[in-house]
């Protein structure tokens, strides 16, 4: 080599030193100029491009060094070095070839170890990189072979491994290998590391693997054994070895050696408590060896099993075996789910489902309600294709199907298992159970023993030993009546399987029912449910022997544990048992809460609704328990005995409600299964004795006695049953105690015979004081059954007192009876107050007032809120004088209570002794508070003291508190009950004359006649009253002869100035003159004399002679002071005489008289609005009633005569008239049917006034028809009132049919009756006038036939337009016929009509057809022509209706007149225009002339502006439309009309004034034509949203559609 050469290469290396890489090759280029083959120039080149990135140039330069020289290491390394730092997987590949060949290199021709691990680690990095996994662990063969040092070698001993684990061998020569590699590495001696005992780990990990793979078990089995000895002994700590050995263990099939692992899984346990196989190990071995209780303890304590299988598998078979099911269940349920979670589908997977399947089926079989039952029968169905030939799955399935009821199938199912295998335990149980069910009790039993002897698992022999026992228990004691074999089988099974809930609870039922020993009976029971909590059976005869020896608390206990850790429909035993626990101790709403647990776990369970009912009867919710009672009825079926209780309980509690009808029905109800039934018999006895005291207080004594009457009968029903009853004899001296109230007249009762006393046998009817004797022998006959009971001494004692009290002369013996018996009663208790204060009643009967004040008091202490102890004290201190003591004790009984009316009357007879005023009232408080004798006849007496006082008035109180029927109500009551004073019957008579009761005030007098002596002063005070009330009923001459009757001395001025008006009355005049003159001959005062000249003056009226009655009354009007009848006559007089100058003169004396005398305020007004009528100023007529009212508001004819005023002079006003009328009838009640009927005419004129506050016309119609119904209620007897219930009724048919609106069917003929109704009422009352007025002024007679005559008139008209109406046109013609002669002013208006009626129905079309009007008289009525415009009108005939509108024009005969036809051709002309008539111009044109007419005369005319608005809109002038607009709206009756408003609108959106647009919306809320504003407002504003509103208020408008889809269209 030259030295150039050398030089150049020296420069290239240190160029390459320094990293100047292209000085390099441009050094390097040199060389090989000189020496093409120079191997030193070619590596440099190599490591120049290398490091400048150029792998290519690189690799070209490695290549020609290599090619060189072959062996030299120095090329393969530079461009193994190239190739490192290119990352193309190519290259890696022949990087491979590159070491491989560095390897041998450096293998071959050096001895440097160091240099061959390096190419060694490199090439086996690369290969396991790129996959090459066997090259690899070549790799690190060879550099474990050639280490040189014992850690080199213990890391590739390490690398293999790895590799061979990353390998994932497969093959037995791959597993040797693995094997041979790591006994290789455990071989060495190496320190306690962590590798090691990982490597340890997973060497006897791949044995375990080996073991399930290889056939040399029992090798391979030992050399684990071994290798996990040598490993817990060189780590102590892990327990890895231990857990290996565990699973060996449990691999094991051998039973006795698997029993000898025990110590092994105790010493695992102990020493890593954490050992989830240690704890599973040692459960599976306690469960081979039976030890369940054990096993459950050891696995629930420390297995965690939350995601195994095999845990909860086994758990579940330990759950199994203890035959808890329901936790069998669950476990099972979780075992399935870690199944499914963590085991890949596989056959083995297929086989554990199965396992756990049938596992399942048997806990549900054993839970065995019939839910569980099916749930297992589908469960083994669908096993059924894959398991068919298994004996176990054939055997389950047949017990199921028994269990099940099904025996056909259960018998096939055996069948096909005995052909498996004949002598399985399982076949032969089941063919022994098939006996059982089918009651072959003796096979049964013979195949079940034989079985006995030849099993030897003992399993299947504690089931066997089981079911032989429940064989012998169930079966008939007609065949076998020992059974204490049942005692030894159960025995035997209880110590094979002593886990077996069912055989302690046979166990139990053994020594309950049979043996008596409850003690025992109770502990296996015990026993029974601490082994299955959810055994019901066990709890429900545990709780009820523990209730049976005393032991509520347990038992209570046991009940709450159930019901609060179970849902409440699985134990309604518990509910059940609890709740009658709870009432025992009076806890009544938890009973409550308790039993309605029990009926939401079963609703259909008799006997828990009747629990329900009883504790809802206890705590006093009767509605409820009735409820109960009667839903346990329904459940219970009528052939049980025990569906008598609770009809029982219900018709009780309905007796406790006072429902006595219905009680006594449900109690006979409960009859029809069992008449001789005592307690029912009993109870329908009491609830007719309740209902006989209920009419008591009503007076109904007959009704009273009737129930007695029953009461009795049933109770002798009961003496011939049993005759041993306290309360039966007792409630028998009730009912004849009772019949103390019952007056003399009511009482006729019959005992019945069996219990009738001897001595009153012979009697058909007993007397009362015979009655109230028979109830001392019935109290007796309590007596001799219980001595000693102070409350029936008692009644004997009230019995007594009766007897004493409805004697004539009260019987002294009798009462001293009584005071004996109340000693005897409170000698037996003397906390009784009752009897104190009876006692002291009695005391007073016998004058022994310091006995009564001392029984009193001694009551009063006992109870110091007796008021009726304080109320008897303050009747002793009053009838003893002393007042104040008096005022004292009634006071102190009505603090006691503030309802009791003794004390009150007390307090009014004290205060009759001073503040009249007072009294009354008070007596009035008493009756408000409940009708009683003494505070009736008080009442009524004060009552009627006022009435004749001159200076007394009688209090005003609401009309539902009229003292006058208040008082007759009370006297009513109390002649209910006394039937002997003759005082009481002629107040009472009083009474019914001042409501104008007559008949009944006549019959009244006529029992006080009969009461009084006939030489008794009272009585002719008694027949002036009733010759008043005959008069008044117009019997003249039978009034006549009594007064006759009495004596002169006895005839007072009073007397013969009441002949005097009867003889007027009947006419005659002449006499009654004499009379009248003979009375005022006797001494008499001043203003009697007065008046007896007026009443001279009327009579001579009457007589005819009008000049001597005028001079009278002149006579009258000249005294001092001025009387005012004799005033009022005369004004009478000068009305009746037409002289006017002398009314005026009356008038003005009398305004200057009082007006405001209460007596004469009606008359005053009536006369003075008469006389302002008649001068035809009828507001001033108004305006005086209207004075009269505001002085006197209380005053209720005064507002009637204001109501009649306004709807006789201005009907438009009638709803004024209306509110008038209900004032009236409220403030007159004696006037009310008159002033019913002015409001019911007010309601029927006001229904067309647009100004009426009544609302719609129909409310207005139908109010009428109501208050013209009430009307003829009161007083049907007017055939006025009949006529104006017809008017309403047809208003209300022709309203509906204006509007097209339903018709109610009842009221569309209605009306034609009602006419004929009235129609023969005022015929009858027109005949009976003469009669009745045939003594009357004969002026007045003639007005009121008069008066008849015109309403026959109106009904004959009213009945025509109804038929017309109706459509009746025959029936109509009909009657014009009959009265067309009878009545000829009628007929007319009649022909008017029918005419009419002809033309509506000729005209079908809408043409201008005018022959037909010239049929019609040219000599009509304006309102004919009215009536004609209206109907061409409604048919559309406009050119008619224009002709009769003129015709109208044309007749009307006043101003008024005129103005209305002119609204009405206007009204024409709108419509006309509306119909869109081709003529609209012509038409406007006539309306605007007819309205300019109106306006001419009344300018400020509203209604009139208001068409000239409309037509002024349809003329487009919207500058007048919008004027007249604005004048209406300013008027408040037309402010809320919705015509001005929606012309406003219009006017404002055609100015474009938004603001005035939107304020004008906003106004308008509740206007009808607020639709057509917002579509008017959309157009507008040409916004979308005011057209939805239009359409949302009105969708039926097909304008607003329209114009919505042309705007979406836009």
């Known amino acids: ?516 020993d409850i003690q025992r009976a109770r502990k296996c029971f015990e026993k029974a449910y601490n082994l299955d909590n959810s055994h019901d059976n066990a709890a429900m005869m545990l709780t009820d022997t523990c209730a049976i020896i005393g032991d509520t608390e347990t038992a209570v206990k046991i009940c709450k544990k159930v019901t609060g850790s179970r849902p409440v429909a699985s134990c309604k035993w518990a509910w059940l048992r609890l709740g009658l626990h709870q009432m025992d101790i009076g806890d009544i709403i938890a009973a409550c809460i308790s039993f309605q647990n029990a009926i939401r776990a079963d609703r259909v369970d008799p006997r828990s609704w009747e629990c329900l009912g009883d504790a809802y009867k206890e705590r006093g919710s009767y509605v409820s328990a009735i409820k109960a009672y009667a839903r346990c009825v329904e459940l219970t079926s009528e052939e049980d005995p025990k569906i008598i209780y609770p009809l029982y309980q219900i018709a009780s509690i309905k007796h406790l409600l006072s429902l006595f009808d219905e009680a006594i029905t449900d109690y006979k109800r409960i009859l029809e299964f069992r008449a001789d039934y005592v307690p029912v018999l009993q109870g329908i006895a009491e609830s007719l004795f309740a209902k006989a005291m209920d009419c008591t207080g009503s007076n109904l004594f007959d009704r009273m006695m009737t129930y007695i009457q029953q009461s009795l009968n049933y109770i002798g029903k009961i003496a011939q049953f049993n005759t041993n009853l306290i309360s039966t004899w007792k409630l028998a001296g009730d009912c004849c105690t009772a019949v103390f109230a019952v007056n003399n007249e009511s009482v006729r009762l019959l005992i019945p015979q069996n219990i009738i006393p001897l001595e009153l046998q012979t009697y058909s009817y007993l007397d009362k004081s015979q009655i109230l004797k028979a109830g001392v022998r019935f109290y007796a006959a309590a007596l001799r059954l219980a001595p000693n009971s102070s409350s029936l001494w008692h009644n004997v004692g009230v019995n007594y007192l009766r007897q004493a009290e409805c004697s004539d002369n009260i019987d002294r013996s009798t009462l001293l009876n009584a005071l004996e018996s109340f000693r005897n009663s409170i000698r037996l208790n003397s906390k009784d107050h009752e009897s104190w204060s009876a006692l002291g009643v009695v005391a007073c009967m016998l004058n022994d007032p310091a006995l009564a004040q001392h029984a009193f008091i001694k009551s009063l202490s006992l109870s110091t809120q007796n008021p009726t102890s304080w109320t008897n004290l303050g009747i002793l201190y009053l009838q003893h004088g002393n007042v104040q003591l008096a005022h004292e004790a009634f006071k102190r009984s009505q603090s006691a209570d503030p309802y009791y009316v003794e004390a009150w009357i007390g307090q009014s007879l004290i205060a009759e002794l001073s503040t009249v005023d007072q009294s009354m009232d008070l007596f009035r408080h008493s009756m408000d508070l409940r009708m009683h004798v003494e505070g009736c006849l008080g009442y009524a007496s004060w009552v009627c003291q006022t009435i004749v006082s001159p200076d007394k008035k009688l209090p005003k109180y609401s009309q539902y508190r009229n003292p006058l029927k208040q008082a007759t109500d009370g006297l009513a009551f109390y002649t209910g009950r006394i039937r002997d004073n003759p005082c009481a019957y002629n107040l009472l008579g009083i009474l019914y004359e001042q409501q104008s009761l007559y008949l009944s005030a006549i019959e009244a007098y006529n029992r006080s006649l009969t009461l009084l002596s006939d030489s008794s002063n009272e009585k002719a005070m008694v027949l002036r009253n009733y010759c008043r009330v005959l008069r008044s009923v117009r019997k003249f001459d039978e009034s006549i002869n009594i007064y006759r009757t009495l004596s002169a001395q006895d005839l007072t001025f009073n007397d013969k100035l009441g002949l005097c008006l009867t003889l007027f009355s009947c006419g005659r005049f002449k006499e009654s003159y004499a009379v009248l003159e003979e009375a005022m001959k006797m001494t008499i005062e001043e203003e009697e004399k007065t008046c007896s000249i007026v009443l001279k003056a009327i009579i001579a009226f009457a007589a005819g002679d009008a000049n001597h009655s005028k001079g009278l009354l002149f006579q009258v009007s000249q005294m001092q002071p001025v009387n005012q009848h004799g005033l009022l006559a005369l004004a009478y007089l000068a009305i009746l005489l037409g002289d006017g100058t002398l009314l005026k003169a009356v008038l003005s004396e009398l305004m200057k008289t009082n007006l405001k005398d209460e007596k004469f305020i009606s008359r005053y007004s009536l006369l003075f609005s008469a006389f302002y009528k008649l001068q035809h100023d009828n507001i001033r007529a108004r305006n005086f009633i209207c004075k009269m009212i505001h002085e006197n508001p209380d005053h209720g004819m005064l507002w009637q005569q204001l109501g009649k005023q306004i709807i006789s002079s201005s009907p438009e006003k009638s709803s004024i008239s209306g509110i008038c009328a209900k004032s009236a009838r409220i403030l007159n009640v004696v006037a009310s049917p008159n002033s019913v009927a002015l409001e019911a005419a007010s309601l029927l004129v006001c229904k067309a006034n647009i100004h009426s506050e009544i609302g719609s016309n129909n409310d207005g119609i139908k109010k009428g028809i109501r208050a013209a119904s009430k009307v003829v209620f009161l007083r049907p007897d007017n055939p006025h009132n009949w006529a104006l219930l017809g008017t309403a009724i047809a208003s209300h048919n022709r309203y509906n049919t204006a509007r097209n609106t339903v018709k109610t069917k009842y009221l569309d003929i209605l009306d034609l009756k009602i006419w004929a109704c009235t129609d023969r009422i005022a015929e009858i009352k027109k005949q009976k006038i003469p009669k009745e007025a045939r003594h009357h002024i004969p002026k007045l007679l003639s007005a009121c036939i008069a008066s008849l005559h015109r309403l026959e008139n109106w009904l004959t008209l009213a009945r025509v337009h109804s038929m017309i109406f109706g459509h009746k046109i025959e029936q109509a013609k009909d009657l014009y016929i009959k009265v067309n002669a009878s009545l000829p002013d009628q007929a007319p208006e009649i022909d008017f009509l029918l005419k009419k009626a002809a033309v509506v129905n000729a005209k079908n079309m809408p043409s201008a057809d005018l022959a037909s009007l010239k049929s019609i008289s040219i000599h009509m009525k304006p309102h004919h022509w009215k009536d004609l415009v209206e109907m061409y009108a409604h048919l559309g005939m406009m050119k008619a209706a224009e002709y009769c509108c003129r015709r109208y024009l044309k007749v009307a005969d006043s101003k008024n007149s005129q103005m209305e036809a002119l609204l009405c051709l206007a009204h024409l002309a709108l419509r006309a225009i509306n119909y869109g008539n081709q003529e609209s111009p012509r038409w406007l044109a006539l309306g605007q002339e007819a309205i300019g007419e109106i306006m001419k005369h009344d300018s400020n005319n509203t209604l009139s502006q208001l068409f000239a608005s409309l037509f002024s809109y349809h003329g487009e002038n919207i500058k007048n439309m919008y004027r007249f607009s604005k004048s209406l709206l300013i008027d408040k009756y037309f402010s809320a009309i919705e015509i001005p408003q929606y012309l406003s609108f219009l006017y404002y959106i055609s100015k474009k004034e938004n603001d005035a647009v939107l304020l004008s919306l906003q106004n308008c809320d509740n206007n009808r034509m607020l639709s057509m504003m917002y579509y008017r407002m959309g157009l507008f504003a040409n916004d979308k949203r005011y057209l939805c509103y239009a359409i949302h208020l009105d969708p039926v408008q097909d304008t607003y559609w329209q114009a919505l889809h042309q705007f979406n269209k836009k």
């Open 1 to 516: 080599m030259s030295k150039e050469i050398k030089g150049h290469l020296k420069a290239a290396r240190d160029a390459i030193r320094i990293g100047e890489y292209k000085e390099a090759l441009k050094n390097c280029k040199a060389v090989i100029k000189l020496d093409k083959s120079n191997y030193n120039a070619f590596v440099f080149i190599g490591k120049a491009a290398t490091e400048m990135q150029q792998f290519d140039q690189a690799e070209a330069a490695y290549r020609r060094a290599i090619q060189f020289s072959p062996n030299v290491i120095l090329a393969w390394q530079g461009l193994a070095e190239s190739f490192e730092k290119n990352s193309e997987h190519a290259k890696s590949i022949e990087l491979i070839e590159i070491y491989d060949k560095l390897l041998e290199l450096a293998t071959d021709g050096h001895n440097d170890f160091g240099k061959v691990k390096e190419i060694g680690e490199k090439l086996a990095t690369l290969c396991q990189n790129i996959g090459q996994i066997d090259k690899a662990i070549a790799t690190w063969t060879t550099i474990s072979q050639l280490a040189d040092s014992q850690d080199t070698k213990t890391n590739s001993l390490k690398e293999i491994l790895t590799l061979l684990q990353q390998k994932k061998v497969t093959t037995d020569d791959d597993r040797k290998q693995l094997l041979k590699y790591y006994k290789e590495y455990l071989n060495q001696e190496l320190d306690d590391s962590g590798d090691y005992m990982t490597m340890h780990r997973d060497y006897i990990s791949q044995l375990c693997s080996e073991l399930k793979m290889s056939k040399m078990e029992a090798e391979l089995y030992t050399t684990i054994e071994n290798e996990c000895m040598k490993f817990t002994a060189k780590f102590t700590t892990s327990s890895f070895p231990l857990e290996i050995l565990a699973q060996l263990y449990l691999r094991d099939a051998d039973a006795n050696e698997f029993k000898k692992r025990i110590p092994f899984f105790g010493k695992l346990i102990h020493s890593y408590p954490t050992s989830n196989l240690g704890y599973y190990g040692l459960g599976k071995v306690l469960l081979s060896i039976k030890e369940y209780m054990k096993a459950k303890e050891v696995l629930r304590k420390g297995l965690d099993i939350k995601s195994s299988y095999e845990g909860w598998h086994l758990i579940a078979k330990v759950y199994y075996y203890l035959h808890q099911y329901s936790a069998t269940l669950n476990a099972v349920k979780n075992a399935y789910d870690c199944l499914e979670s963590h085991l890949s589908a596989s056959n083995y997977k297929d086989i554990l489902k199965v396992q756990l399947k049938m596992l399942n089926s048997k806990a549900l079989r054993g839970i065995g309600d019939k839910f569980s039952l099916l749930s297992a029968a589908d469960i083994l169905a669908k096993l059924h294709d894959h398991l068919s030939n298994d004996i176990e799955y054939l055997v389950e399935y047949s017990q199921l199907k028994i269990d099940l009821e099904d025996i056909d199938t259960a018998v096939e199912l055996c069948k096909r298992a005995s052909e498996l295998d004949d002598s399985h335990a399982g076949v032969i149980i089941n063919q022994a159970w098939i006996h059982f069910v089918k009651k072959e009790f003796d096979m049964a039993e013979n195949v079940i023993l034989t079985l006995t002897q030849t099993v030897r698992d003992t399993e299947k022999l504690g089931e066997l030993y089981y079911k032989c026992g429940r064989i012998l228990w169930d079966t008939n004691e007609n065949n076998r009546v020992d059974k204490s074999k049942c005692l030894a089988m159960f025995l035997k099974s209880a110590r094979i399987d002593p886990f077996h809930a069912d055989t302690f609870n046979y166990l139990g039922l053994y020594y309950k029912s049979i043996a008596k």
